[in-house]
Structure formats: structure tokens, C-alpha cells
């Protein structure tokens, strides 16, 4: 049994995946972190009290954490004092931020991917194969939807995009956002020639398919040694 942290457990991601552990017999959730002040702290969810306390982190195998930029920073803090794994996918990191992660992972193992879906990740995997038959005559640019209250634009994902992309071709990839209602999130990557364009769309019907990628994840890194790892390896692609 696998005892299992929330970072966030209020949160849309943290709920999904607390509702989505529950159901997996490998799974024990015995912590449930949020932020400091709010009403809930101490109310139950689940056989778990919710705390804002990070010291918690010592009852748990792995830590998954969906929130914001400036707490994950906290977070890593102490994975690292109790040596725990994490997954993480918190977006919107900056690149000071990022290089923390990277220090951290010198420690821990950490997963750490701007999209936990398989599809996206088998979409990561393709995409430079894809620019490079097409050629230098194709211009590409991306295009991303998410719901508005979604701080980061462009999105985790498109920058990934962009960069796999850009690496393939040399070339600068234009990215552009839009925040618009409940969309869950939807990315194109538009490929166009002279006589013909192509058009690869991923859209995120639910948050399932992230909460269902973080679990795949925090069953694979436990006893992984310390180190930076994105769901590509996870999948294995």
C-alpha cells in the first residue's frame, strides 16, 4: 500500500486525484496539505484530517502536488528534509523556480512535467519527427485554450511544445493563448505548407486523464534513486 500525499487537496487537481486514489487499492492517502487560513484546516476528507502543516510529509511514500508556483517552492523544501519522491505538476514555474526543482531532484526523485496525460506525452514523443519529415518549408505555430482562471499563459504544455519543436527545426515557434469559460484544455499544433495545412489537436475533456497520469507516476518513481524524470519516462516512449 502505497501512503500518499496531496499537496492541494481542495484544489480541482487535488480532489480528482484523492477521489481517483481512493479507488485504487495501491493507494493509502494519509496526508492532505493546503494553504494556511482557510476554514477547512482540520475537517476530514476522506480518514485524512486536512493540515497546513508540511511537516506531515513523514507519514507519506510520495507526495503529488498541483498547485501554485510560490508553494511548491515550499513543498520542495521538504521533500527534501524527509527524503520523500514527488511528483509535480505545478505550471507556471519561472526559470529560478525551475532550477530549484532541478537542485531538489539532486536529492529526491522527482517527476516533473507541465501535462501528466499519456496522449499529450505520446504527443511530446511525435512532434519532432513529424517537423522534421514536413521540412523547412512548413511554418508552425500553436495554439491553446484553458479555462479563465488559469494564471500561466501560454500554458505549461505549448511552452513544452514549443520547445520540443523548436529544437527539431531551429526555428522560434509562435504560441498563443486563450481563456475562455470551464475549457479543461485544449492544444494545436498547426503545420502549414503552400497547398496544405495540418492540424494536430489534443483536447482534455476532463481533468481525469491528469489526475490518472500523477498516480501512474507516483507508483513508478517509488524507489527510483534521486533524480529529474518527465512522464516520458514514466511511459517509457
Known amino acids: ?6 499537496a492541494g ?26 494553504k494556511k487560513g482557510i476554514p477547512e484546516i482540520g475537517k476530514e476528507i476522506g480518514k485524512v484530517k486536512i493540515t497546513s502543516n ?9 507526495l503529488i502536488d498541483f498547485t501554485t508556483a510560490e ?13 520523500k519522491p514527488l511528483v509535480l505538476g505545478t505550471t507556471g514555474l519561472s526559470e529560478e523556480e525551475i532550477k530549484k526543482v532541478e537542485e531538489i531532484s539532486k536529492i529526491v526523485p522527482i517527476v516533473f512535467s507541465p501535462n ?7 504527443l511530446f514523443a511525435l512532434l519532432p519527427e513529424i517537423a522534421r ?46 481563456r475562455l469559460g470551464d475549457i479543461v484544455g485544449d492544444h494545436t499544433v498547426i503545420l502549414c505548407g503552400n497547398s496544405e495545412r ?3 489537436k489534443h483536447q482534455a475533456h476532463s481533468r481525469d486523464l491528469f489526475a490518472v497520469g ?13 533524480g529529474l524524470y518527465s512522464m516520458q519516462d514514466v511511459l517509457k516512449i
Open 1 to 6: 500500500m502505497i501512503k500518499l500525499g496531496v
Open 9 to 34: 487537496a481542495l484544489g480541482k487537481m487535488g480532489k480528482r486525484i484523492i477521489e481517483l486514489a481512493s479507488q485504487d487499492k495501491d493507494f493509502e492517502l494519509t496526508f492532505a496539505l493546503e
Open 54 to 62: 508540511p511537516d506531515g510529509m513523514f507519514l507519506i511514500d510520495v
Open 71 to 83: 508553494a511548491s517552492q515550499e513543498h520542495l523544501d521538504y521533500v527534501a528534509k524527509y527524503r
Open 116 to 122: 501528466m496525460s499519456i496522449g499529450v506525452n505520446v
Open 133 to 178: 519529415r514536413l521540412g523547412p518549408d512548413y511554418n508552425i505555430e500553436i495554439v491553446e485554450a484553458h479555462h479563465k482562471a488559469k494564471k500561466d499563459a501560454p500554458s505549461g504544455t505549448a511552452k513544452k511544445m514549443a520547445q520540443i519543436l523548436s529544437n527539431a527545426t531551429g526555428k522560434e515557434i509562435p504560441t498563443h493563448a486563450i
Open 198 to 200: 495540418i492540424e494536430i
Open 214 to 226: 500523477a498516480l501512474r507516476a507516483a507508483k513508478w518513481i517509488l524507489g527510483k534513486p534521486a
